[in-house]
């Protein structure tokens, strides 16, 4: 006798053999001891767990000479031929390859016809298949057969049969078997074939298996013929092992190793995204039993490494770079590309990408997550940076955005962080803090003539302006809070060692570096005028106007203290009116001015109010207006 598979040398052939389908296996059992027989049902279910071996072992024992508690004795001349494919009682139709409207009516036509046994039973596979036109023909048969005819139907697709056809029939849902089903299947079959198979090799049938009885025998099959597991499989194992170490070389590698031996890009990701959905499913702590010990603690730990947001970023934009692999030009490079953006940060900047990354650092591990740099080898870093610019009226950084405050923790300063670079990076103006109370903020300096404030309550010193020439680190280290105030200090001692720049050093640099690196309020002053000369160790800055050179008088010190840290020495200002400085009035320094006005008051910082006069008093009440509207009215004061 020629060599026959072993799924179907071992297919069940009572029910007490059928496996992990113990609720279908029950119900038809009762119902052939009790008579209560269905005329239809509909077995729907994965391939390869076994709806067409049920509905046969429930043919043979409607129609066997000595059945026994519900079960056939699989001996007598009606089981026999059922089980060799001789049997005119069971007539068994494909109705992918017979789904036209001329196979049922032939159906239809030999089902009121006699039969050597009981019951005439009829199992049409893959009904879904059906055209909609067959469908409908076999409705009145199905509805109403003759007494000795029972239909069962198959099917992978349940919600692609017409609801008409379901309602009609009695549903029972098999469902894939558990991993501890799969071992003591394939221990059986191993053993009763005397079958030589290695531990790796039953692990990768299992695996294979993924909870199909007829997809493990036939992986089973391929392992004893070529003598051992393939090595397919281990581009899936790497790949998995490269996300969860974001290790992008080793991904495409991975890749380009499976493709070099034939696999095809899609099939690769399809097995991917399963392996990826196992250990989404061990990081939420969901039911695995259909895995083996060995798998399910791998998913286990990989699930810990990866993260239930990980994974989920890997599962959507695998599945969306599948959309398109169809009509890609070279398969490979949507998936090599979903790849990339899934192993490095810099390579996505989508609000999934920061919420992985903030649920990584709030895992306890990857300080990258805000600052690669944190995390590659190099020289040691500064353990407190210098602090961002802050602005004078808020703890404010000069972008806008709040500084983190003292204790915060770790999670909810990158955060902040995070929060402030997806603005910035999307065009947009990070949202302002709430302003600090009264009390909390310094004074402002008293303008010219009017009465000196009320002094305010102490608060601690602002700090220094950070040398605009020196970069600015874009974040804090998350192991360290927000310093606590502290009162304030003596002014430190001007620096030495550098030279007084030249003229054409500060007009190069003033817009582009230094002006940017003030204060708001100092930016929107001195943006008016211009270097004039350097003469005696003394940088001239001419302004248009007398008013406007005393208003930055009051704020020349914060400006010689910039100059002073970035040239690494003492420049001291002297401020001039200079005819050819720009005008306020000229139509960039408008802008430039408005602006500033919205940065930080809608005040225009160029007009003295003291020169302003008051408009005449033509105002008229409401009352009035209405009255002249209406001539001859009279207004009546209510008492």
């Known amino acids: 006798m020629s060599y026959q598979s072993l799924y179907r040398r071992y297919r069940p052939t009572r029910f007490s053999e059928v496996r992990g389908q113990e609720h279908l296996v029950s119900a038809l059992r009762n119902a052939v001891t009790e008579d209560r027989l269905g005329h239809a049902y509909l077995f729907s279910g994965p391939r390869g767990t076994g709806k067409t071996s049920t509905a046969r072992i429930l043919a043979k024992v409607l129609n066997c000479q000595n059945p026994l508690e519900g079960e056939p004795c699989c001996v007598c001349d009606?089981?026999?031929?059922?089980?060799?494919?001789?049997?005119?009682?069971?007539?068994?139709?494909?109705?992918?390859?017979?789904?036209?409207?001329?196979?049922?009516?032939?159906?239809?036509?030999?089902?009121s016809l006699a039969t050597p046994g009981r019951y005439k039973v009829y199992i049409l596979d893959e009904v879904h298949m059906l055209s909609t036109a067959a469908s409908n023909a076999l409705l009145k048969t199905l509805e109403e057969p003759?007494?000795?005819?029972?239909?069962?139907?198959?099917?992978?697709?349940?919600?692609?049969?017409?609801?008409?056809?379901?309602?009609?029939t009695q549903h029972f849902e098999v469902h894939l078997l558990s991993a501890a089903d799969l071992e003591g299947l394939v221990d059986y079959v191993v053993t009763d074939a005397g079958l030589e198979l290695s531990p790796e090799g039953r692990a990768y049938v299992l695996r294979i298996?993924?909870?199909?009885?007829?997809?493990?025998?036939?992986?089973?099959?391929?392992?004893?013929?070529?003598?051992?597991?393939?090595?397919?499989?281990?581009?899936?194992?790497e790949l998995v092992e490269a996300l969860c170490e974001r290790d992008t070389g080793r991904a495409l590698i991975a890749v380009e190793g499976a493709l070099s031996r034939g696999r095809n890009p899609r099939v690769l990701g399809e097995a991917l995204i399963a392996r990826l959905r196992d250990v989404f499913l061990a990081s939420v702590g969901a039911d695995l039993s259909r895995l083996t010990d060995t798998d399910r603690a791998r998913a286990t730990e990989q699930g810990r490494r990866l993260g239930?947001?990980?994974?989920?970023?890997?599962?959507?934009?695998?599945?969306?770079?599948?959309?398109?692999?169809?009509?890609?030009?070279?398969?490979?490079?949507?998936?090599?590309?979903?790849?990339?953006?899934?192993?490095?940060?810099?390579?996505?900047?989508?609000?999934?990408?920061?919420?992985?990354?903030?649920?990584?650092?709030?895992?306890?591990?990857?300080?990258?997550?805000?600052?690669?740099?944190?995390?590659?080898?190099?020289?040691?870093?500064?353990?407190?940076p210098p602090p961002p610019v802050a602005n004078d009226d808020t703890d404010d950084y000069v972008d806008g955005s709040a500084m983190p405050a003292a204790g915060s923790r770790p999670a909810d300063v990158a955060r902040q962080e995070l929060a402030r670079r997806s603005a910035t990076e999307e065009g947009g103006r990070p949202a302002r803090p709430a302003a600090r109370p009264a009390a909390s903020r310094p004074a402002r300096p008293a303008r010219p003539g009017s009465e000196p404030a009320a002094p305010a309550a102490s608060a601690p010193a602002a700090p220094a302006p950070t040398p605009a020439s020196e970069p600015q680190p874009e974040s804090q280290p998350v192991a360290e809070a927000a310093p606590s105030p502290e009162p304030a200090a003596a002014p430190a001692p001007a620096p030495t060692g550098g030279t007084m720049p030249a003229l054409v050093d500060l007009t190069r640099i003033w817009s582009d570096t230094l002006l940017?690196?003030?204060?708001?309020?100092?930016?929107?002053r001195f943006s008016g005028?211009?270097?004039?000369?350097?003469?005696?160790?003394?940088?001239?800055?001419?302004?248009?106007n007398e008013p406007h050179a005393t208003r930055c008088e009051e704020l020349r010190p914060e400006v010689e203290s910039m100059l002073s840290a970035h040239f690494g020495t003492t420049v001291p200002i002297r401020l001039i009116v200079d005819g050819s400085a720009p005008d306020p009035s000229a139509p960039r320094a408008v802008a430039a001015s408005r602006r500033a006005a919205a940065d930080e008051n809608p005040v225009d910082e160029s007009?003295?109010?003291?020169?302003?006069?008051?408009?005449?008093?033509?105002a008229t009440a409401g009352v009035d207006r209405i009255a002249a509207v209406f001539p001859g009215a009279s207004i009546v004061d209510e008492e």
């Open 516 to 524: 940017p690196a003030l204060p708001q309020r100092s930016r929107a």
């Open 209 to 237: 298996g993924a909870g199909s009885a007829r997809d493990t025998l036939s992986a089973l099959d391929r392992v004893v013929a070529a003598g051992g597991i393939p090595d397919s499989e281990d581009a899936v194992d």
């Open 78 to 111: 009606s089981c026999l031929s059922i089980d060799a494919g001789t049997s005119f009682d069971v007539h068994e139709l494909d109705a992918a390859s017979n789904n036209g409207v001329d196979a049922i009516r032939d159906l239809i036509s030999s089902a």
């Open 607 to 618: 007009i003295d109010l003291d020169d302003l006069t008051n408009a005449r008093g033509t």
């Open 308 to 384: 239930a947001a990980g994974a989920t970023r890997a599962l959507e934009s695998l599945g969306e770079a599948f959309v398109g692999i169809q009509d890609a030009l070279d398969p490979r490079i949507p998936l090599e590309v979903a790849l990339v953006r899934l192993t490095r940060d810099d390579a996505d900047v989508s609000l999934s990408s920061l919420a992985d990354r903030i649920s990584r650092l709030e895992r306890g591990g990857v300080v990258a997550a805000i600052d690669p740099a944190l995390a590659s080898p190099g020289p040691a870093r500064p353990t407190a």
């Open 146 to 168: 003759p007494s000795h005819v029972i239909f069962v139907l198959a099917t992978t697709d349940p919600q692609k049969v017409l609801p008409t056809i379901r309602s009609r």
């Open 529 to 544: 005028g211009h270097w004039v000369e350097v003469v005696d160790g003394v940088a001239v800055f001419g302004l248009p």
